[in-house]
């Protein structure tokens, strides 16, 4: 393998709290039931309006939509995003071994792009990455392997050369579409079963074991 794409929320770091708060705070502002922290871990994963159908399942309060709920959790979840995260023990020193191997790094995440450059800068500091995509207008959010195929076309590599690390079904499955070599990873928001009946080929319990597999 030439180079790693990892998924971002449950994968390089965990951010299910700054997630929750944030998006508890635009529930309570319009009197809707606030989630568990728990919870959450089963609506991230497929982007911000998702994620907003999912925490206020019950219909919406008049001329409000998924979209608003989406729009003000993003715009609170910019102020918090860094006050509970923390990388995931392990992955500093993983990602460390993997550049020092020559391993090109990057990161394909159905976040908002801005917040996924502000968090990886945050928390990874010394990493070079050759590519962080995170979602932009226009463009499609996992599972749909266009990003996947972006990032090939930057590092000018064929699939067969790239190990793609992920904790949802929704990273599987993007693996799956474009022709990758997937890892599930145990110490992120699923279940190991939800992993491998999405299409992992790989199941790992620490990051420092995805070294066994480049």
């Known amino acids: 393998m030439k180079a790693v794409i990892f998924d ?6 965990d951010t299910i709290d700054d997630i929750a708060d944030s998006m508890n705070i635009v529930l309570e502002k319009y009197g809707l039931p606030t989630q568990d922290v728990e919870d959450y871990k089963y609506f991230v994963g497929d982007g911000a309006v998702v994620l907003a159908e999912r925490s206020a399942p019950d219909a919406l309060p008049a001329n409000l939509t998924a979209e608003q709920l989406a729009d003000e959790y993003r715009a609170i979840y910019s102020t918090m995003q860094t006050n509970k995260t ?93 022709g990758l070599k997937s890892v599930g990873v145990l110490w992120g928001f699923r279940e190991e079963k939800e992993l491998l009946d999405h299409g992992a080929d790989i199941i790992v319990n620490h990051p420092l074991e995805i070294l066994e597999h480049v």
């Open 8 to 13: 971002l929320d449950g994968t390089l770091l």
């Open 86 to 178: 923390v990388p995931y023990d392990g992955m500093p020193e993983l990602l460390s071994a993997l550049a020092e191997r020559g391993i090109k790094l990057a990161v394909l995440t159905n976040k908002a792009h801005s917040a996924a450059l502000e968090v990886m800068s945050q928390f990874f500091p010394t990493i070079h990455f050759d590519v962080i995509i995170g979602v932009r207008p226009g463009y499609s959010l996992k599972p749909n392997p266009a990003g996947v195929h972006e990032i090939l076309n930057i590092l000018k590599l064929p699939p067969e050369e790239i190990l793609y690390v992920g904790d949802t079904d929704t990273d599987m499955q993007t693996a799956v579409a474009a």
